[in-house]
């Protein structure tokens, strides 16, 4: 089993930034994904950015340019820089881990945009 924890949501302007954070333990295992999912009310959850082990990056076109995923390893750790927020960003978060095992989410972390 994989434990995924998020952190760093919040309520920010329109213009801001964010960074949210999540943090792995369990069977990890050494080659796997991570990466960031969205749902806002009354939508699908969506696809923001994903990163693997090696360092391979996929963004969703909304996001491209203005949001940035990274991960530390050694923690091991899943970042999301988001800047220059809209309104539309707003939803909640959630961290996801697939490995061999099978994908692994985390509980969710809200990001609330204010225009």
């Known amino acids: 089993q994989v434990q995924l924890v998020e952190s760093g949501g919040g309520l920010v302007q329109a213009g801001g930034s964010l960074r949210l954070s999540c943090a792995a333990s369990g069977s990890i295992l050494r080659i796997n994904v991570m990466g960031w999912y969205r749902q806002a009310p009354g939508k699908q959850r969506e696809l923001v950015a994903t990163i693997s082990n090696g360092g391979s990056t996929n963004y969703a076109d909304s996001v491209k340019g203005r949001f940035t995923i990274s991960r530390d390893n050694a923690k091991p750790t899943v970042y999301l820089q988001m800047n220059s927020l809209k309104p539309e960003d707003t939803a909640v978060y959630y961290c996801?881990?697939?490995?061999?095992?099978?994908?692994?989410w985390g509980q969710g972390a809200q990001v609330t945009v204010s225009a």
């Open positions: 996801k881990l697939q490995n061999h095992i099978g994908a692994f």
